[in-house]
Structures are given as C-alpha cells and as structure tokens.
C-alpha cells in the first residue's frame, strides 16, 4: 500500500506559479505511473496530469496543458507538478495517486490507490 503525502500548495495571483510535490511510501512507488487530480468546491475530481513509471510519458488534461508540466524523482519517492500561468479556475484541492498497473508507460487517468489529505491550491483574480 502506497501512502502519499502532498504539499506546496497555497495563495497565488493569477499569472502565478506554483510547485506541488507528492511524496510516497513504500518501495514499489517507483513502479507505478503517477497522476495528479483536484477537485473544485462543487465539481467532481477530475484528472490534471499523469506520469509514466518511467517518465518517459506524460499526459495532460486540456484544462492545463502548455501550463503544468508533471515530473518524477523515482530515487526520492516523489512527483512533482509545476503549475506555471495558474488561472482562477485551477483553484482547488490537489491530489496525487497512482494511475495504472506496475511498469506500465499507460496514465490511466483515474485513481488506482486510496487518496492522501491534498493540497489547496487558491488563485486570486
């Protein structure tokens, strides 16, 4: 079982930046693709991002793509997610979670573990 703790969120003003990271425990972290996903007060988690066990793939929501760029450091047990020319609408709770079967490069876009407590992310207009 894989436990994930994310972090890095916070107040920004739109135009801004910000870097989440993910950190996982457990050794199999390294085997699986990873993805991020919020959720807006009122809306339904939705997928922002996802990593291949590698990091040889990435995919992207169209919502965020040319915004965010996803990434891993499988050596610290962490992904990360630059979020560049953050929007209002990307306010919401952050999440990470595994996305797919072991070694696989497919992001499966949906959740494959249990979710961690998130991180809020605020963009002020």
């Known amino acids: 079982q894989v436990q994930l703790v994310e972090s890095g969120g916070g107040l920004v003003q739109a135009g801004g930046s910000l870097r989440l990271s993910c950190a996982a425990s457990?050794?199999?972290?390294?085997?699986?693709?990873m993805g991020w996903f919020r959720q807006a007060p009122g809306k339904e988690r939705e997928f922002v991002a996802g990593i291949s066990w590698s990091g040889s793939s990435t995919y992207y929501a169209d919502s965020v793509k040319g915004r965010f760029t996803i990434s891993r450091d499988n050596a610290k047990n962490t992904v990360y997610l630059q979020m560049n020319s953050l929007k209002p609408e990307d306010t919401a709770v952050y999440y990470c979670?595994?996305?797919?079967?072991?070694?696989?490069?497919?992001?499966?876009?949906?959740?494959?573990?249990?979710w961690g407590q998130g991180t809020q992310v605020s963009v002020s207009s």
């Open positions: 979670n595994p996305s797919g079967r072991p070694y696989s490069d497919y992001v499966a876009q949906v959740p494959f573990g249990s």
């Open positions: 457990g050794r199999t972290f390294s085997s699986f693709p």
